[in-house]
């Protein structure tokens, strides 16, 4: 059985390998040491659970096969029963990543954020898919994680929180990686929006998709919020992207958006098809 485990490990390793080498990111030769960071806030929104808030997780560790992410909650457990959340079904021993304690007492203290059922946080992709790239990325590193489960929060509600979390960003020792995807186009997900002057569906669907990218790289959240109003973009993690871009704008910190890469699951060229986007952006200090 543990070999079994391994050779799943080593598996997906083999692939995280291959998918962040063909990101087309270079690496440096001349690159001889790291600064890296020693907490991570991973922000992805909910599917499947409703709530007006941010929530925060009640498990003790996320498990992926490649590196265990255990969130160290000790602040929490005089009042919370916590559980294990298991990121992909095989598991393996690995250098182990801590929750800030102080941070999430923080967080907790505001009383602004939930608690996720287990339930809802087993249920919930968007933060999971991510566990698996950041374990593989900062193996060795001993980096915190801060997950939060961004609902339908309101666009006062989006402000608020990104003033809360804004400080944050400001600390050089903190990372944030947020969840989302671009457009579901097709009848299954109720959006079939086709400006036809772009000329193919998926050309328009592009269209639409990078037009909202731009609007995220001027780190304006107002012309974003006005952007999905107008458009309905199907963005899944635009209450998260939302959260961001105004902890960007109220921090002292000076940060640009640049988006590197945009893929189509398919090309969609009749009405019958369907696609979902995704677009992959970074968040630079700006000097």
């Given at each position: 059985m543990q070999s079994c485990l391994y050779c799943h490990a080593q598996k997906l390793a083999e692939e995280l390998d291959g998918w962040l080498s063909a990101s087309g990111l270079v690496k440096s030769a001349d690159v001889r040491g790291v600064i890296a960071p020693t907490r991570i806030f991973l922000l992805g929104p909910?599917?499947?659970?409703?709530?007006?808030?941010?929530?925060?997780?009640?498990?003790?560790?996320?498990?992926?096969?490649?590196?265990?992410?255990p969130i160290d909650l000790e602040g929490l457990e005089k009042h919370q029963q916590f559980d294990i959340i298991r990121a992909a079904e095989f598991q393996c021993s690995a250098h182990l990543h801590l929750l800030d304690q102080k941070v999430i007492e923080e967080l907790k203290a505001t009383g602004k954020f939930e608690l996720m059922d287990l339930q809802v946080d087993e249920a919930e992709h968007s933060m999971?898919?991510?566990?698996?790239?950041?374990?593989?990325?900062?193996?060795g590193y001993p980096v915190?994680?801060?997950?939060?489960?961004?609902?339908?929060?309101?666009?006062?509600?989006?402000?608020?929180?990104?003033?809360?979390?804004a400080k944050y960003v400001d600390d050089p020792n903190n990372f944030f990686s947020v969840s989302s995807d671009f457009c579901h186009w097709g009848s299954r997900f109720n959006f079939t929006l086709y400006d036809k002057k772009h000329g193919a569906i998926h050309k328009s669907i592009e269209a639409l998709d990078r037009m909202g990218m731009d609007i995220i790289e001027t780190g304006d959240p107002e012309a974003f919020k006005h952007y999905l109003s107008e458009y309905?973009?199907?963005?899944?993690?635009?209450?998260?992207?939302?959260?961001?871009?105004?902890?960007?704008?109220?921090?002292?910190?000076?940060?640009?958006?640049?988006?590197?890469?945009?893929?189509?699951?398919?090309?969609?060229?009749?009405?019958?098809?369907?696609?979902?986007?995704?677009?992959?952006?970074?968040?630079?200090?700006?000097p």
């Open positions: 909910s599917h499947h659970y409703y709530t007006p808030k941010c929530a925060l997780s009640r498990a003790t560790v996320y498990k992926t096969p490649i590196g265990d992410l999971e898919m991510h566990l698996p790239y950041l374990a593989k990325v900062f193996y915190k994680v801060v997950p939060i489960l961004v609902g339908a929060v309101s666009a006062e509600n989006e402000a608020m929180y990104g003033r809360l979390l309905d973009n199907t963005i899944c993690g635009r209450h998260p992207i939302s959260v961001f871009l105004h902890m960007l704008k109220n921090s002292s910190t000076k940060m640009k958006i640049k988006f590197l890469r945009y893929e189509q699951s398919s090309q969609c060229k009749s009405m019958r098809d369907s696609s979902v986007s995704y677009a992959s952006a970074v968040s630079k200090v700006d």
